[in-house]
Nanobody
Framework: QVVPVESGGGSVQAGGSLRLSCTSSVYSYSYYCMAWFRQVPGKAREGVASRDETGTLTYADSVKGRFTIDKDAANNTMYLQMSSLKPADSGIYYC????????????????????WGQGTQVTVSS
């Protein structure tokens, strides 16, 4: 199964933590990229964090120091560890994946990723 499947969303109070999971067989490849995006109604989907084909991690300014991508290759899973959550972090979180040449320059650019999950809801209350 290559198409990503997200899980781990839920409701949490401000200052709390959640860990999102993205599972896909693409992680068995040596050349792949992945990214997390989030979206709220009436607003464009925005990049949150990404891992490029070399393993370099990139984070949006809004989440730097609070969110971290972790890998568990044995279980075909990438995690987004989210800490010190704020109400502004609420939204539907999507995992996006690519492999091979498509990964070059993908970063946090929505159009660069060919494979998307269905999303998982994160709600942070004040």
């Amino acid at each position: 199964q290559v198409v990503p499947v997200e899980s781990g969303g839920g409701s949490v109070q401000a200052g709390g933590s959640l860990r999102l999971s993205c599972t896909s067989s693409v992680y068995s490849y040596s050349y792949y990229c992945m990214a997390w995006f989030r979206q709220v109604p009436g607003k464009a989907r925005e990049g949150v964090a990404s891992r490029d084909e070399t393993g370099t991690l990139t984070y949006a300014d809004s989440v730097k120091g609070r969110f971290t991508i972790d890998k568990d290759a044995a279980n075909n899973t990438m995690y987004l560890q989210m800490s010190s959550l704020k109400p502004a972090d609420s939204g539907i979180y999507y995992c996006a994946l690519g492999a091979g040449e498509v990964c070059r320059g993908a970063g946090l650019m929505v159009p660069q990723y060919p494979s998307w999950g269905q999303g998982t809801q994160v709600t942070v209350s004040s």
